[in-house]
């Protein structure tokens, strides 16, 4: 295949549309690949690109000085020619709640290889549906990216919320001038702590976080073993802080090995406080059951790492998600890996292995 043609992905594998194209994008920018994604969003009942996953598009044109062609709302099929990736700041906004954790999604393996530090200013939703919270990503992907030598600092703003967004967060991320390198988390450990956040903002009442988080709690101890600590903080959100009305609950339990699992949940109109809290901390002991070293959502988005890593990555999780499926897709079509699944017999959980190809930013 000639260096400029496109390499074709459809868009309409599996999961469909945003995984593919933040993957897509990511993988084509740092190899300065060129692709063609066709398709997006099409079995969806309005197709296409929508404002969060345009935006995000062009974050990454930017990032990497590339051409984007079909960058539309509606648009089913993209191609992009990416250039090299400078670093240096930049702002991407939705204008939507469309949510900022997805933005990073995509801009963080561009800023890895980027030749200078990155910062970039985020606008959206930053506590969503559909999507890690942000505060997921600072205080449990930001330690799982680390595992493979991706160094990020995050720093959340304004809270923004559904419908309005209007949220803010500031990324700053260092290059991995030495490339990635391969992690090997197979070893559970124990759970060591558990910490937590629970937030509203606008009108709503503090009581409301202290409902979310007493409720996780009781969870929390009446499952784990006598004498973990648990520390789950509630907040309410100064004026100035929170745009809209809001409330939610990210929890993430430390092990004696070094992983970091995370649960949470969204407070909604038609959502008792309490249950949301109990959502989050059934999410966690879920990963914790298993003894999981990554949770579902890191599942995913430690893929496009592996894959760019130097050397054999190990990480025993839980079952395979329609989103880690559609990036090991991504993945093995725009890198040539091979990502081996193995079934741990006895449990649900398997061990993901990869031998990545060693990217270097000097590669480019």
């Excluded at 969870?219 to 809209?244: D, S, T, Y």
């Excluded at 109990?278 to 966690?284: D, F, G």
């Excluded at 760019?308 to 090991?328: N, Q």
Aim: aromatic content about 6%; proline content about 5%; glycine content about 12%.
């Amino acid at each position: 295949m000639a260096a400029d043609t496109p390499v074709s992905i459809d868009g309409s594998f599996l999961e469909g549309g945003g995984q593919i194209l933040r993957m897509g994008l990511a993988l084509s920018a740092v190899q300065v690949i060129p692709i063609n994604v066709t398709k997006i969003r099409a079995g969806r009942p309005n197709p296409g690109l929508r404002p969060q996953h345009l935006t995000g598009l062009q974050l990454t044109r930017d990032m990497c000085n590339g051409k984007l062609e079909g960058g539309q709302i509606g648009s089913c099929e993209i191609t992009f020619y990416p250039g090299s990736v400078d670093g240096g700041n930049h702002m991407a906004d939705t204008q939507t709640a469309g949510s900022v954790s997805l933005l990073i999604q995509a801009a963080l393996p561009c800023a890895a290889f980027a030749s200078s530090p990155t910062r970039l200013i985020l606008r959206g939703g930053t506590n969503a549906d559909m999507a890690p919270q942000v505060d997921y990503t600072i205080h449990v992907f930001r330690k799982v990216s680390a595992w493979f030598g991706l160094n990020f600092r995050l720093f959340l703003k304004t809270r923004g919320f559904y419908p309005q967004g209007g949220g803010e967060v500031s990324l700053e991320v260092k290059p991995s001038n030495e490339g990635l390198w391969a992690a090997d988390f197979t070893d559970f450990g124990e759970v060591a702590s558990v910490y937590g956040k629970s937030y509203v903002a606008g009108t709503l009442p503090v009581k409301v976080a202290h409902k979310m988080a007493d409720s996780a709690e009781q969870i929390l101890m009446e499952e784990l073993p006598r004498g973990i600590p648990i520390n789950i903080e509630r907040i309410k959100e100064q004026p100035g802080r929170a745009v809209g009305n809001g409330s939610g609950i990210v929890l993430w339990a430390e092990t004696t090995t070094g992983c970091i699992l995370g649960g949470s949940g969204l407070g909604k109109r038609d959502r008792v406080a309490e249950d949301v809290g109990a959502a989050a901390a059934k999410e966690i002991l879920e990963s914790i059951r298993r003894r999981a070293c990554v949770d579902s959502h890191s599942q995913d988005q430690i893929i496009i790492l592996m894959a760019l890593a130097k050397g054999k990555s190990v990480v025993r999780c839980g079952p395979l998600t329609d989103h880690s499926k559609t990036a090991i897709h991504v993945a093995e079509l725009m890198t040539k890996v091979k990502f081996n699944i193995r079934e741990d017999k006895g449990s649900d959980c398997i061990y993901m292995e990869c031998e990545g190809i060693g990217l270097l930013p000097k590669q480019r």
